[in-house]
C-alpha cells in the first residue's frame, strides 16, 4: 500500500493501493476496505482513485458519496 500525502491534513485516510478496476483504503482507525467496480461502481472507484494519487478529498468523498457501500472489509 502507499501511504495517502493527506495534504488536508485531516484525513482518516492513512494509505491506499489501486489496481485497475478497485481501490483498497486503510484508515486512520486500521480497518481496511476494498471498493470496486461493482460496489460502489466504476465511476466512484475511478473518483477515488483520483483522489488518492491527489492526496486530498479522498476520505470527504467516501463519507460524502460512498459511505458504507463498499466490496468486503479486510480488517
Do not use: C
Not at 476494498?34 to 472507484?45: L, N, R, S
Not at 492526496?55 to 463519507?63: D, F, K, V, W
Request: aromatic content about 10%; overall charge positive; glycine content about 14%.
Amino acid at each position: 500500500m502507499r501511504r495517502y500525502a493527506n495534504l488536508g491534513g485531516d484525513s482518516g485516510v492513512v494509505a491506499y493501493a489501486i489496481t485497475s478496476a478497485q481501490i483498497t483504503v486503510r484508515f486512520r482507525g486500521g480497518d481496511t476496505y476494498v471498493y470496486d467496480a461493482k460496489v460502489p461502481g466504476a465511476a466512484a472507484v475511478a473518483e477515488m482513485q483520483r483522489l488518492a494519487v491527489a492526496g486530498r478529498g479522498l476520505s470527504s468523498y467516501i463519507s460524502q458519496h460512498v459511505g458504507q457501500r463498499y466490496a468486503r472489509k479486510l480488517g
